[in-house]
């Protein structure tokens, strides 16, 4: 590893983006379906969806089990070290709903 590492760098590359941080928000509850996880994430595309998920199984943050059934029937989860990021994540979750009102006034 370079002595250049940066810790906040590292992170962002891994949660990143639109789509990381609510998943695994929404994946912290327990084990969640793809269709699931869609309809939570509405207007999120399968597509980006799918590339999100697989970005987050590579980096080792959440697992996926597939139960071999028909039809088919895959969950999602965290791994431990996506569970570690919990509190991370937990306390995006709370400055998002303390701030709401200047959030969305900023957003427009």
Same mark, same amino acid.
Request: hydrophobic share 35%; glycine share 8%; with cysteine.
């Given at each position: 590893?370079? *002595?250049?590492?940066? =810790?906040? /760098?590292?992170?962002?590359?891994?949660?990143?983006?639109?789509?990381?941080? =609510? @998943?695994?928000?929404?994946? !912290?509850?327990?084990?969640?379906?793809?269709?699931?996880?869609?309809?939570? @994430?509405?207007?999120?595309?399968?597509?980006?969806?799918? +590339?999100?998920?697989?970005? @987050?199984? &590579? /980096?080792?943050?959440?697992?996926? &089990? *597939?139960?071999?059934?028909? =039809?088919? +029937?895959?969950? #999602?989860?965290?791994? *431990?070290?996506?569970?570690?990021?919990?509190?991370? $994540?937990? !306390? #995006? !979750?709370?400055?998002?709903?303390? &701030? +709401?009102? +200047?959030? $969305?006034? @900023?957003?427009?």
């Amino acid at each position: 590893m370079s *002595d250049n590492f940066c =810790p906040i /760098h590292g992170v962002t590359k891994l949660i990143g983006g639109k789509w990381k941080m =609510p @998943l695994m928000f929404t994946i !912290q509850s327990g084990p969640k379906r793809f269709g699931e996880l869609r309809k939570v @994430l509405s207007p999120i595309t399968e597509q980006m969806l799918t +590339k999100q998920l697989r970005e @987050l199984e &590579n /980096h080792n943050l959440i697992s996926r &089990n *597939d139960f071999k059934t028909v =039809p088919p +029937k895959v969950e #999602y989860s965290l791994t *431990d070290f996506g569970k570690s990021l919990s509190g991370v $994540i937990n !306390q #995006y !979750q709370k400055f998002g709903e303390s &701030n +709401k009102k +200047k959030i $969305i006034e @900023l957003l427009k």
